[in-house]
């Protein structure tokens, strides 16, 4: 493994299954355990530097450095000097100064992480940068499908709606591919990044052929505070199109999974009765991220050095 986890090409075949490894094992070891902490990281530092709003992947995050027993400072842009003005760089060498020994980071700046990883000695992993990427959020996505679906080589994975601002669907086309699956990016064509003929996936303009052919159906949420303007003509448009209700998962192979990385828009990319049904894996995501975080943080820090 890499120093840094800052984007899913930072990981090869190897070292992505040995994160899904290690994340596997903890969960084996952890299972059915009281006390649900391993003592790997005690005396180390891990600081989470949250520049943009998270819910998940901040608590996740933290609960996955407590449970390896690492001392934890939680440090967001509101209520810190940065609402002062303090640079991103300044904020680094004071966490150097106090000896984190890996920073988490999340920033509205596509390419915030890289910089940082310049400036820190510790270990930085990216939690999401803009609209670029999210890799601890493709880990955990892939650990999700092996879980379901017993494997990753030759799945077919169709991601669907807002590839344009999505870190998320980046870094899942990314580590997909490295890992042996088919990736098929599904939006309307205002939605879809300049180059993405470049990526390693297929593309397509119509929801209702690509469902029956897919094994997994990952659902990307609108996010209209990256839109500064209108990509498509209405809500209820965008939904009869792009959006999973029940009529549209009957179309799915009988044991395909339905994945979302929340927070999710309930009635727009995706229905109420779909996120709640038993194709869905999105609170197995949620849990899943708490142990695929920790192998990240175990592998990154080398555990018992
Ligand atoms: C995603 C994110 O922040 O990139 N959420 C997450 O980390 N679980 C996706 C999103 O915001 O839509």
Redesign the pocket.
């Known amino acids: 493994m890499r120093r840094h986890l800052l984007e899913a090409a930072d990981l090869d075949r190897d070292d992505a299954t040995l994160v899904l490894d290690t994340a596997a094992q903890i969960d084996q070891a952890l299972a059915g355990r009281e006390v649900k902490k391993l003592p790997t990281l005690r005396g180390r530092t891990v600081v989470n530097l949250f520049y ?1 709003d ?4 901040r608590i996740s995050f933290e609960l996955a450095a407590k449970r390896l027993s690492a001392d934890v400072i939680n440090f967001s842009a509101k209520g810190s000097s940065v609402s002062k003005g303090e640079s991103l760089k300044d904020t680094a060498l004071t966490l150097e100064a106090m000896g984190a020994d890996a920073v988490v980071v ?1 920033h509205s700046a596509s390419g915030a992480p890289h910089r940082l990883a310049h400036w820190v000695r510790g270990s930085v992993v990216n ?2 940068d803009g609209t670029h990427e ?1 890799p601890t ?1 493709a880990l955990l996505d892939a650990y999700t499908i092996r879980q379901r679906l017993g494997r990753l080589d030759g799945v077919r994975v169709a991601v669907v709606g ?1 590839v344009l601002h ?3 669907a980046r870094s899942n086309v990314g580590l997909l591919h490295t890992l042996g699956a088919e990736v098929t990016l599904v939006a309307p064509p205002t939605l879809l990044p300049v180059g993405v003929g470049s990526w390693p996936a297929e593309v397509s303009y119509d929801l209702d052929a690509v469902l029956p052919k897919s094994d997994v159906v990952m659902m ?2 609108v ?1 209209a505070e990256r839109m500064n303007a209108s990509f498509f003509p209405s809500a209820r448009e965008y939904s009869r199109r792009y959006g999973l209700d029940a009529a549209r998962m009957a179309a799915l192979p009988d044991d395909a999974i339905v994945m979302h ?3 999710m828009n309930r009635g727009m990319e995706i229905a109420a009765e779909v996120a709640d049904s038993v194709r869905s894996t999105i609170v197995e995501q949620v849990a899943n ?1 708490v142990s695929t975080r920790m192998a990240v943080l175990y592998l990154l820090l080398g555990g018992n050095a």
């Open positions: 943009e998270s819910t998940r992947t999340r939690a999401g999210h959020q807002d999505s870190r998320v990307l949420r996010q990385p929340g927070p991220g």
